[in-house]
């Protein structure tokens, strides 16, 4: 079998960097306009020449999401916009959902491959065909499929068009992304790129004047807009969903004939990122290497559990919703683990490292490298950048170096983190 493609999201270009060193088959990234994720950092054109060369000289893929639905005035700037993408920045192939953009791509960069977006929820596989005709070359399944839906929709299309599918990350209160709570609150529009999150923000039950149910729901800044709805033992975190976790089921997802595995979270830190794409990536190549042998490494999970995350679910996969498989009974986040650094090099038996949180010296950290695994150490003596002795490192950003209780040598762009303790003032990375 071809062997399954690992793709990771790219908020920047700190993330497309950090995606390639812990394993990406591919990058998804966007521009300043036509990507459904405005606030992540996002791509100049300078920046993505670089990201996309960057990641054409290591042997990884690079999409471009142009997934937004299209208003007139978009229209304008469309045609540069998949001129530069294809012609300047060379991308790989781009994201699309609308069917006006799709129109134009073909028009105007005829050779430019095209993949239909999750936001077109595609939901059988005469959608799937459709769009094949069209030229696409890949399709983003809706997230509400489970995989014997997914199975059977493979037996029914050409083996060369290809299924990708979201195996990890947050999932949404609204169909294959299609929400329209943001503009209702805030006038953000989230199928334009501007989501404003509001299935993340805490509601209450104001239970004066609903004459059936006896209750509205009231966003805590909005309380002059109330919606009827009924409480149940759950509460009223009705908007929210847990994290969808696959990473237990990667030989179920390749056997049902998934092309790509996709990671979702370009708004999230490179923490994440390379967690995320390390755990699915040395499960794929244990699966290709392995075969029948294949064993899960409890490894994978202590890895992803270290991340800002809410609880984890199997999402439509196997979970008849109904069932309540997607209930968050509160709006907290899991926030185990707080990045203190990321390596940078090594000179005169110290690590240099760019602070992202306060360490002490005495401190045990974790580290995340990108090939292997590293047992936690003590931080025996820090360094400012002039190489003073300090007891901390209080300021952001700062560079320090570090004198290890370990013989363990930690690569370029190792993750430093620890267990929490926010009585130290260190605030949980993404």
Same mark, same amino acid.
Request: one cysteine or more; glycine letters at 6%.
């Given at each position: ?8 999201p ?13 394993? *990406? ?21 300078e920046e993505?020449? !670089? ?24 229209l304008?700037?469309?045609?540069? !916009?998949? @001129?530069?993408?294809?012609?300047e ?8 959902s609308? *069917?006006?953009?799709?129109r ?28 094949? !005709? ?7 399944l ?5 995989? #014997? ?5 493979r ?16 999932m949404?209160v609204?169909?294959?992304g299609?929400?329209? @709570? ?8 989230s ?5 404003a ?5 805490g509601y209450?039950?104001d239970?004066?004047?609903?004459m059936?149910?006896g ?5 805590e800044?909005r309380?002059?807009d109330?919606?009827?709805? #009924?409480? &149940? ?6 908007f929210?969903?847990k994290?969808i976790?696959?990473?237990d089921?990667?030989?179920e ?9 996709k ?7 490179a923490f ?9 990536? #040395? *499960?794929?190549d244990?699966?290709? #290497?392995?075969?029948?042998d ?6 994978w ?17 196997y979970? &008849? ?7 968050v ?7 185990p ?9 090594f000179?005169d038996?110290l690590?240099?490292?760019s ?12 580290? @995340? ?9 003590e931080?025996t003596?820090?360094?400012? !950048? ?38 130290q003032?260190?605030a949980?990375?993404?």
């Amino acid at each position: 079998m071809k062997k399954t493609e690992i793709l990771s999201p790219a908020g920047d270009l700190e993330k497309l960097k950090t995606a390639v060193a812990y394993g *990406a088959d591919a990058v998804y990234l966007s521009g300043k306009s036509f990507g459904l994720r405005t606030f992540s950092g996002n791509f100049t054109h300078e920046e993505m020449i !670089e990201g996309i060369a960057y990641a054409h000289e290591r042997g990884v893929k690079c999409y471009v999401t142009m997934n937004i639905m299209a208003h007139e005035t978009d229209l304008k700037i469309l045609d540069n !916009e998949i @001129l530069f993408v294809a012609n300047e920045a060379h991308a790989d192939a781009v994201i699309v959902s609308d *069917a006006g953009i799709f129109r134009r791509i073909r028009k105007i960069a005829p050779d430019l491959e095209i993949h239909i977006s999750t936001q077109a929820s595609v939901t059988n596989s005469e959608g799937l065909m459709f769009w094949y !005709e069209q030229g696409a070359k890949r399709v983003v399944l809706a997230r509400e499929l489970s995989l #014997e839906q997914i199975k059977e929709i493979r037996s029914k299309i050409p083996s060369d068009l290809e299924i990708e599918c979201f195996v990890h990350g947050a999932m949404c209160v609204s169909y294959s992304g299609r929400c329209l @709570l943001s503009n209702y609150y805030t006038g953000r529009s989230s199928n334009h790129g501007a989501c404003a999150q509001p299935c993340r923000w805490g509601y209450y039950v104001d239970s004066q004047g609903n004459m059936e149910t006896g209750s509205y729901i009231v966003e805590e800044k909005r309380l002059e807009d109330k919606l009827p709805i #009924e409480e &149940d033992s759950h509460g009223t975190y009705i908007f929210n969903s847990k994290d969808i976790s696959m990473i237990d089921h990667v030989p179920e997802l390749i056997r049902a004939g998934v092309d790509s595995f996709k990671i979702e979270g370009r708004i999230k830190g490179a923490f994440y990122t390379a967690a995320v794409t390390k755990a699915y990536r #040395e *499960a794929r190549d244990l699966l290709f #290497e392995k075969g029948e042998d294949y064993k899960t490494d409890p490894r994978w999970n202590e890895i992803l559990d270290k991340i800002v995350h809410r609880d984890y679910a199997t999402g439509f996969f196997y979970d &008849d919703p109904k069932k309540n498989a997607q209930i968050v009974e509160d709006k907290s986040y899991n926030k185990p683990a707080f990045v203190v650094g990321v390596v940078e090099g090594f000179e005169d038996g110290l690590y240099k490292v760019s602070q992202r949180n306060k360490v002490f010296r005495g401190d045990v950290v974790n580290a @995340l490298v990108p090939e292997g695994y590293v047992e936690p150490f003590e931080v025996t003596e820090l360094y400012d !950048e002039d190489k003073n002795p300090i007891d901390s490192t209080p300021h952001s950003k700062m560079t320090y170096y570090m004198k290890i209780a370990s013989d363990q040598f930690l690569p370029p762009m190792t993750f430093l983190s620890r267990d929490g303790d926010k009585d130290q003032g260190i605030a949980p990375q993404k």
